[in-house]
């Protein structure tokens, strides 16, 4: 395993997962998928494209401080107690910069990333992410009791038996080791609402590939039909940030960044977005430019 040494930190939370995990061997051309929003800040302020230019690193919350989930990642929280029980306490001495990254396994091969939930952009991992990686299903803050390594993978016939919602199916993958950008991705792929803005600028500076998939787009006319999926108050407030009727990725990180609205509010209307207006047929990146 790339930058795995025998008896580390990360070695043992492999190992520790891979004696609880069962199930076929993963299909070696899957990819491990990081959703994130590329037009926001980190903890310090700075834009999240510019902070991976500056170090070539991606780290893990544990780091940066920041997340679109729960930020509960630091000694004591919930992301700090999960990681000690599923990894057999193999981090908890560790430097907050061993900890793994989380992403997910893109089994459904779509072109928006595993688990657009996070954000409209992903960075797509090499092969060489799939044996460094552990896996569960579902979300870890759900505390699931299913996981898999990549020779011991039986939570996608779990994900695919589901029913959960569209951004709630994905299985969740922890990366272990570095995700340096110019060794171990393969593209940052990017909405194109974001053509021709500083995030395209930003991203132009990254050591990796950069694509663009189909692109998000939700009217506003199909928002107002769907009020019961995050409650009509998020529907009242997509009219509000809509430009010309109409929502996408890079509209709502214009709201966020306003400071006129709540974030968490905001991440409620890009749920919608994500969800009723991913791209359909969701297909591969389109062409690297």
């Known amino acids: 395993m790339d930058a795995i040494r025998d008896g580390s930190p990360q ?57 679109n989930g729960g930020l509960t990642a630091h000694p004591g ?41 996070f954000g409209s952009a992903h960075l797509r991992l090499t092969a060489d992410a799939l044996p460094r990686a552990t896996f569960c299903y579902p979300d870890s803050w759900l505390e699931p009791a299913d996981f898999g390594v ?19 199916d994905y299985v969740e993958a922890q990366v272990h080791g570095p995700v340096a950008l110019a060794e171990h991705v393969e593209a940052l792929v990017l909405d194109p609402s974001h053509r021709s803005t500083a995030v395209e600028e930003a991203a132009r500076r990254l050591p990796c590939p950069i694509e663009w998939h189909a692109g998000f787009r ?22 509000a940030i809509a430009v010309d009727g109409v929502l996408d990725p890079r509209i709502v990180g214009d709201a966020v960044r306003s400071g006129v609205y709540d ?5 409620k209307v890009w749920h919608h977005l994500a969800r009723f207006g991913a791209p359909a047929p969701a297909g591969a990146a389109l062409a690297p430019t």
């Open 150 to 168: 990549a020779d011991r993978m039986g939570l996608i016939a779990l994900a695919e038996a589901d029913d959960r919602d569209a951004l709630d």
């Open 218 to 239: 939700l009217t506003v006319e199909e928002l107002r039909r769907h009020p019961e999926y995050r409650g009509p108050e998020y529907v009242t407030l997509g009219e």
């Open 11 to 67: 070695a043992r939370a492999i190992g520790h997962v891979a004696a609880r995990s069962t199930g076929p061997a993963l299909d070696p051309a899957l990819r491990v998928t990081l959703n994130f929003h590329p037009d926001r800040t980190d903890a310090a302020g700075r834009p999240l494209l510019d902070a991976l230019a500056e170090t070539g690193v991606y780290h893990s919350q544990f780091v940066t401080g920041t997340g």
């Open 77 to 117: 929280g919930d992301r700090w107690h999960w990681e000690s029980r599923i990894f057999g306490g193999a981090y908890d001495e560790a430097d907050p910069r061993e900890r793994p990254v989380y992403g997910a396994l893109d089994f459904r091969r779509r072109g928006v990333g595993a688990a657009p939930r």
């Open 263 to 267: 974030p968490q509010d905001v991440k």
